[in-house]
């Protein structure tokens, strides 16, 4: 019943937003639009993006390095099958896919990748402000998103700040946590948290090094530069212009707008903030529709394509999903068991690695 919940709140949300585009628009001026537009622009616009792809397989890289080193040609596919679960199925499906596939062929624990993707989506969250801070300047913020991207600036600055510190001060932090467990967790779901307090902090790890978390900004600094130019390309196929640093309020807005439950391929999320950042600067809204949704188009179906294709290679099925939530859900029992065993956590985590696969489970 909650999942059931949960996909109808997404395209409840999907749904409001498609409401809030429809009226300004005006149907034959978005076909003509669509009709006349130079697809070709494209072309260079897919190709850009798949280079974003490669720079995201490259972060995940570095925040997976703590608890392997896994090759970037191996987390490429990866990569592509969470966009593609992302994209076709609810509950944003594709983290907990990557996650999977990484440990049925590298035995790294689904609890501990799946922090990795919760840092990836907070350092997101903060070069998407950073975008709209730095045009700001030049592009003013469109009222109507004033007040949520203040909150979603202080959102995503607490949990870095929050991540950095956990990372940097675990002991401190487990202090904290077995303080706070003890009084509040009934003791018969208290060790299936800890298990996964304790995998969690394992995923924190990249954060604890200066270094490390100077790379994982960059890399995603590229990441969405990289995405703006693709809008760019795409901004050349249909019949209007506005400036560089415009398309990068409208990156950031878009994707801060995807950051809300909705319907899979994030329809409506993206696209009616997209229609209105353009139209307030001038441009059309209709012309303005017929960009974001060619816009969307070109995002979704590339990655969505090949994520399938690797979707298909590694022989995965739907149910698939649906394993990797219980295996979440086997490795927070596993911790029970070393409870009983007393074993500490380093010497459980010496014995996972002792019986981790060396291939396909």
Same mark, same amino acid.
């Given at each position: 019943?909650?999942?059931?919940?949960?996909?109808?709140?997404?395209?409840? #949300?999907?749904?409001? !937003?498609?409401? @809030? %585009? =429809? /009226?300004?628009?005006? &149907? *034959?001026?978005?076909?003509?639009?669509?009709?006349?537009?130079?697809?070709?622009?494209?072309?260079?616009?897919?190709?850009?993006?798949?280079?974003?792809?490669?720079?995201?397989?490259?972060?995940?890289?570095?925040?997976?390095?703590?608890?392997?080193?896994?090759?970037?040609?191996?987390?490429?596919?990866?990569?592509?099958?969470?966009?593609?679960?992302?994209?076709?199925?609810?509950?944003?499906?594709?983290?907990?896919?990557?996650?999977?596939?990484?440990?049925?062929?590298?035995?790294?624990?689904?609890?501990?990748?799946?922090?990795?993707?919760?840092?990836?989506?907070?350092?997101?969250?903060? #070069?998407?402000?950073? !975008?709209?801070? @730095? %045009? =700001? /300047?030049?592009?003013? &913020? *469109?009222?109507?998103?004033?007040?949520?991207?203040?909150?979603?600036?202080?959102?995503?600055?607490?949990?870095?700040?929050?991540?950095?510190?956990?990372?940097?001060?675990?002991?401190?932090?487990?202090?904290?946590?077995?303080?706070?467990?003890?009084?509040?967790?009934?003791?018969?779901?208290?060790?299936?948290?800890?298990?996964?307090?304790?995998?969690?902090?394992?995923?924190?790890?990249?954060?604890?090094?200066?270094?490390?978390?100077?790379?994982?900004?960059?890399?995603?600094?590229?990441?969405?530069?990289?995405?703006?130019?693709?809008?760019?390309?795409?901004?050349?196929?249909?019949?209007?212009?506005?400036?560089?640093?415009?398309?990068?309020?409208?990156?950031?807005?878009?994707?801060?707008?995807?950051?809300?439950?909705?319907?899979?391929?994030?329809?409506?999320?993206?696209?009616?903030?997209?229609?209105?950042?353009?139209?307030?600067?001038?441009?059309?809204?209709?012309?303005?529709?017929?960009?974001?949704?060619?816009?969307?188009?070109?995002?979704?179906?590339?990655?969505?394509?090949?994520?399938?294709?690797?979707?298909?290679?590694?022989?995965?099925?739907?149910?698939?999903?649906?394993?990797?939530?219980?295996?979440?859900?086997?490795?927070?029992?596993?911790?029970?068991?070393?409870?009983?065993?007393?074993?500490?956590?380093?010497?459980?985590?010496?014995?996972?690695?002792?019986?981790?696969?060396?291939?396909?489970?």
């Amino acid at each position: 019943m909650k999942k059931y919940a949960q996909l109808l709140i997404g395209l409840a #949300v999907s749904a409001f !937003f498609i409401y @809030l %585009a =429809l /009226p300004g628009l005006h &149907l *034959p001026t978005v076909l003509e639009a669509l009709r006349t537009a130079e697809y070709w622009w494209l072309i260079p616009g897919i190709a850009i993006y798949i280079v974003g792809l490669w720079f995201r397989t490259w972060r995940w890289q570095i925040t997976l390095k703590p608890l392997k080193q896994v090759a970037l040609v191996t987390l490429f596919p990866m990569v592509c099958i969470g966009y593609f679960g992302n994209n076709v199925l609810p509950f944003r499906a594709g983290e907990f896919l990557r996650s999977y596939i990484l440990k049925r062929k590298e035995g790294v624990d689904i609890s501990s990748s799946l922090a990795t993707v919760i840092v990836e989506r907070v350092v997101d969250g903060l #070069v998407m402000i950073m !975008f709209v801070f @730095l %045009a =700001l /300047p030049v592009a003013p &913020l *469109p009222p109507a998103y004033r007040n949520a991207v203040i909150g979603m600036t202080v959102s995503f600055l607490v949990a870095t700040i929050v991540f950095i510190f956990m990372a940097s001060r675990p002991h401190l932090v487990e202090q904290f946590y077995m303080i706070v467990s003890k009084a509040v967790l009934p003791e018969r779901i208290r060790p299936r948290i800890d298990g996964f307090y304790l995998k969690f902090m394992l995923g924190l790890r990249a954060l604890a090094s200066p270094s490390d978390v100077i790379m994982i900004f960059f890399i995603s600094i590229l990441i969405w530069l990289t995405e703006t130019v693709k809008y760019w390309f795409v901004m050349h196929a249909l019949d209007f212009s506005v400036s560089f640093i415009v398309l990068m309020l409208m990156n950031g807005l878009v994707n801060l707008a995807t950051t809300l439950p909705a319907a899979p391929g994030y329809i409506g999320t993206f696209d009616t903030p997209g229609i209105a950042t353009l139209a307030s600067f001038g441009v059309d809204p209709s012309v303005a529709a017929s960009y974001t949704f060619t816009l969307h188009a070109a995002l979704w179906i590339p990655v969505t394509l090949l994520g399938a294709y690797y979707f298909w290679r590694e022989h995965l099925r739907l149910s698939d999903v649906e394993v990797a939530r219980q295996q979440v859900e086997h490795a927070a029992d596993a911790r029970l068991e070393a409870d009983a065993l007393r074993l500490t956590p380093s010497e459980l985590d010496a014995l996972a690695a002792a019986s981790r696969p060396k291939g396909h489970e």
